[in-house]
């Protein structure tokens, strides 16, 4: 944590000091913004704020965005606008952060249209949210605090996690890749690398305090720099799963193109390792990989996928694609539709191409109609839920080690678990056992979005 920092903690602590100031704080996009709002509540509760959910009744609202999908804007828009109304009748702090105030359009936006907000941070000025805090407490100051240049890494932050037994430790920030439907590198900045020791460092505590499971974070995982002796991300992943206590390592996301032989043993020679690999594969035409600037073709992504699953017993994968890319043909959707045959996703996360101003396939002239696309997708979907009873039925009469995350949604009576490779399953609950303790289980039923087990 940086030094004047921490001062300003101490004065907004002060401030607060007997007041009983709640905070809310809404997330949007992927674990690495979950992530980054967990440090902006470690640092609110420093400052003696205490967390709620209902953000009509806080006293400072922190909007976490993300810039990945368009609907994320209308969403935030159509918020800012209930909270100007709150805002009418009450003193609410009202603090957006994240990706898309990295966006130069967004931020115009923003000053033009919402000047009544208080604090607009960006990726690369989180640490310094205490003083963005204070300034606008003390001084009633509407702050702007954002670098266009690449951030540094600062450690040390304080965190407020939100699970006692899952844990999620960013490795790296920023992404090189460029590819061309994404905004993500030009607002997270280029790649930069936690030294592997802070890394470690983190994951050792987190044992100590009782966290069973680990996902390693990154845009593009496979892509870490390490230092002399713990070089690369294979490195890192031997290393981590050496952590006693430490009972499963998971990692997002992952790049094809960066996935070597090394990692693959890595995960072989780990019983740590989850099960499940995210291998995003975006489009199964080598012409519209070449367009996304993925730097695969469709041959070299199977022939990677099929290795993975040949070489690593019990491995099931899961991806990423995207429909209905700029110029995208009815054949060369097609070539997505026969690598999915081809390799049996355990999971598959399906998006509609959405154009992001600022990215190279947006400037295309050839989109594809609306219709078109959620008719790819309508097909796409059709084809992924025709296998996933197929592939439960893979998982009845085997043994599985489970942990236990809480009581399911599905059944009152029951616990909710996952196995290693993400499945979702259920078993009726017992005094013997508790959220977040690990249990080998015996699965008897299929339900399709989730197993029933038994535990042995
Ligand atoms: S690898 Fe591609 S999709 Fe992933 S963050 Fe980087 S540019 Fe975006």
């Known amino acids: 944590m940086l030094e004047n920092q921490e001062q300003f903690i101490n004065l907004v602590k002060e401030k607060n000091k007997n007041k009983n100031l709640k905070y809310s704080i809404l997330t949007m996009g992927c674990q690495l913004n979950e992530n980054d709002s967990e440090k902006l509540a470690g640092m609110l509760e420093e400052m003696n704020f205490t967390q709620i959910n209902d953000y009509k009744n806080a006293d400072l609202i922190v909007f976490n965005t993300c810039c990945v999908r368009e609907n994320a804007e209308e969403r935030l828009f159509g918020k800012i606008g209930e909270i100007k109304k709150i805002k009418e009748n009450k003193n609410v702090i009202l603090a957006i952060g994240g990706c898309m105030m990295q966006e130069k359009n967004m931020l115009d936006k923003m000053k033009s249209s919402y ?41 040390g932050l304080p965190i407020k996690r939100n699970s006692k037994f899952k844990a999620s430790v960013t490795i790296m920030y920023g992404c ?4 061309s439907y994404c905004i993500v590198p030009y607002v997270r900045g280029r790649e930069r690398s936690r030294k592997p020791e802070k890394i470690l460092e983190e994951v050792k505590s987190l044992a100590l305090e009782g966290y069973k499971e680990i996902t390693l974070l990154g845009q593009n995982v496979n892509s870490y720099k390490g230092n002399d002796k713990i070089k690369n991300f294979a490195d890192l992943l031997n290393e981590v799963c050496k952590i006693e206590g430490i009972e499963r390592v998971n990692f997002i996301s992952p790049h094809p193109k960066d996935f070597t032989d090394d990692v693959i043993d890595a995960i072989k020679n780990n019983e740590k390792i989850s099960r499940i690999i995210h ?10 990989l070449k367009e996304m600037n993925r730097k695969y073709t469709k041959e070299q992504y199977l022939n990677l996928a099929q290795k993975m699953l040949d070489e690593i017993p019990g491995l099931t994968l899961s991806t990423d694609i995207i429909v209905g890319f700029p110029g995208e043909t009815e054949e060369e959707f097609e070539d997505t539709l026969d690598v999915v045959r081809k390799i049996n996703f355990e999971q598959i996360f399906m998006f509609i191409y959405s154009e992001r101003e600022g990215t190279v396939a947006s400037r295309r002239k050839d989109q594809i109609p609306d219709e078109i696309k959620h008719k790819r997708f309508n097909k796409l979907k059709e084809l992924y839920e025709s296998r996933v009873d197929e ?21 009152n009576e029951t616990f909710e678990g996952r196995t290693s490779t993400n499945k979702v399953v259920i078993i009726d609950k017992n005094d013997n056992y508790k959220v977040g303790d690990s249990v080998k289980v015996k699965i008897v039923e299929d339900h399709r979005w989730y197993l029933k087990g038994k535990v042995v």
């Open 176 to 179: 090189n890749n460029f590819c």
């Open 391 to 411: 592939n439960n039925k893979k998982y009845i009469g085997t043994n599985q080690k489970i942990l236990i995350e809480g009581q399911s949604k599905y059944n």
């Open 115 to 155: 000047p009544f907000v208080d604090i607009i941070f960006g990726t690369h000025t989180m640490q310094n949210f205490p003083e963005d805090v204070y300034k606008a407490i003390q001084n009633n100051e509407k702050v702007k605090d954002i670098i266009d240049i690449d951030g540094e890494i600062y450690e």
């Open 279 to 288: 291998l995003p594969l975006q489009a199964g035409n080598s012409k519209v």
